[in-house]
């Protein structure tokens, strides 16, 4: 067997037991209507989530398509980054109380300042990609970069023994975004099998392929010990890539969601801020709390499901976790206007 082979086994193995013991494993299909599970194929095209023609002034700050990478480029101190640069030994802080970084793993003050410039550095270092991923697959670039903000702070490694990538991604959440997107499917495929996949997309994800949800964290994952900063830059770069792909899934999922509870196309149910919103919550939460909150906020007489109604019928603690991770993602950062376009 080749070493990748095995090294994606081993790592499927080891993490599925999670998986199966998982609180937030949907088990009831039917909850959420079986489409979800038994055709995702059936909404490869969702054109809600590339509808960027309803934007309202007060989104604007998250949802602006910036014109070059250079608006993106932020000067923000990260401790977490900070923390891993010192403890990587990829910046030297030794002459620092604690070695620069405190029991936590965030860097303290003097390991903030030893590890500046580099930070300023690497929290821009993906700007034309994110950018190049808002214009080839349709992922709201601001959205993307908070998101990698708040999730990694653009530490591209491995977290914990669960969370890989910029974006923290899991097995399940690596599972579910090939199942809802044929583009990205085919494209593990020719990695992992040399070509073409041995079935069809609509057959293979009835349950979990091992192979490619190993395949496509290993894309997500740019940890390399031996290089300058302890991770292939050129990989992380590139692993943006898959994880626009892995959110577009999750929009698509979402879609179908708010289709299954309103009987309506996601376009005429809600806007586009709203499904990307949703998504997030989605992405952090899962599909239970999205169905949910939908659930409780629509009735037969509803025109257009508005964000506002549908965050204050997201109930119970772990769903409230992904209401606040919604806010945290979408809160304004950048000034931008309509005017800006």
């Given at each position: 067997?080749?070493?990748?082979e095995?090294?994606?086994?081993l790592?499927f ?8 013991i ?6 009831d299909a039917e909850?959420l209507?079986p ?6 194929a059936?909404?490869?095209?969702t054109p ?5 023609g309803?934007?309202p002034?007060?989104e604007?700050?998250?949802l602006?398509?910036p014109?070059n990478a250079?608006?993106l480029a ?5 401790g977490?980054?900070s ?21 936590t793993g965030?860097?303290n003050?003097?390991?903030?300042e030893?590890t500046?410039e580099l930070?300023f550095l690497l929290?821009?270092?993906?700007d034309?990609e994110i950018?190049?991923?808002g214009?080839?697959?349709g ?5 993307l970069k908070?998101l990698i903000?708040y999730?990694?702070?653009f ?7 669960y969370?890989?990538g910029l974006?923290?991604?899991?097995l399940v959440?690596a599972?579910?975004?090939i199942q809802?997107?044929?583009e ?5 495929c020719?990695v992992v ?5 041995p079935?069809?997309y609509?057959?293979?994800y009835?349950g979990?392929d091992?192979l490619?949800t190993?395949q496509?964290?290993d894309?997500?994952?740019a940890?390399?010990p ?5 991770f292939d830059?050129?990989?992380a ?8 792909q892995?959110l577009m899934s999750y929009?698509?999922q979402t879609?179908q969601?708010v289709?299954n509870?309103t009987?309506?196309?996601s376009s005429?149910a809600?806007d586009?801020?709203?499904i990307?919103?949703l998504?997030?919550?989605n ?6 709390c999205?169905?949910?909150?939908l659930?409780?906020?629509y009735?037969?007489s509803?025109?257009e ?10 109930s119970?603690?772990?769903?409230q976790?992904?209401?606040?991770y919604?806010?945290q993602?979408?809160a304004?950062y950048?000034?931008?206007?309509p005017e800006?376009?």
């Amino acid at each position: 067997m080749k070493t990748q082979e095995k090294r994606t086994r081993l790592l499927f193995l080891g993490i599925l037991l999670l998986t199966l013991i998982s609180a937030r494993m949907i088990n009831d299909a039917e909850t959420l209507g079986p489409e979800i599970f038994n055709n995702p194929a059936q909404i490869a095209i969702t054109p809600t989530c590339l509808d960027r023609g309803d934007v309202p002034d007060s989104e604007f700050h998250w949802l602006y398509f910036p014109q070059n990478a250079q608006e993106l480029a932020t000067r923000e101190f990260y401790g977490y980054l900070s923390g891993q640069l010192i403890l990587n030994g990829v910046v030297d802080a030794s002459d620092c109380p604690l070695n620069g970084v405190w029991p936590t793993g965030y860097a303290n003050a003097c390991g903030l300042e030893k590890t500046e410039e580099l930070v300023f550095l690497l929290q821009n270092i993906y700007d034309d990609e994110i950018l190049q991923v808002g214009r080839e697959i349709g992922v709201p670039p601001i959205m993307l970069k908070q998101l990698i903000r708040y999730e990694s702070q653009f530490w591209p490694t491995r977290f914990g023994t669960y969370h890989w990538g910029l974006g923290h991604v899991t097995l399940v959440g690596a599972s579910n975004a090939i199942q809802w997107n044929p583009e990205l499917y085919n494209q593990l495929c020719t990695v992992v099998y040399n070509g073409p996949c041995p079935q069809s997309y609509n057959q293979s994800y009835l349950g979990f392929d091992n192979l490619l949800t190993g395949q496509l964290l290993d894309q997500l994952d740019a940890s390399c010990p031996e290089c300058e900063y302890t991770f292939d830059v050129e990989k992380a770069e590139n692993s943006i890539y898959y994880l626009g792909q892995s959110l577009m899934s999750y929009c698509k999922q979402t879609s179908q969601i708010v289709y299954n509870v309103t009987g309506q196309h996601s376009s005429f149910a809600v806007d586009y801020p709203t499904i990307w919103k949703l998504t997030l919550l989605n992405w952090n939460a899962g599909p239970q709390c999205v169905f949910d909150a939908l659930d409780a906020s629509y009735t037969p007489s509803t025109d257009e499901l508005s964000w506002a109604v549908i965050a204050s019928n997201v109930s119970g603690s772990f769903c409230q976790v992904g209401l606040d991770y919604v806010n945290q993602i979408t809160a304004q950062y950048y000034n931008f206007t309509p005017e800006d376009n």
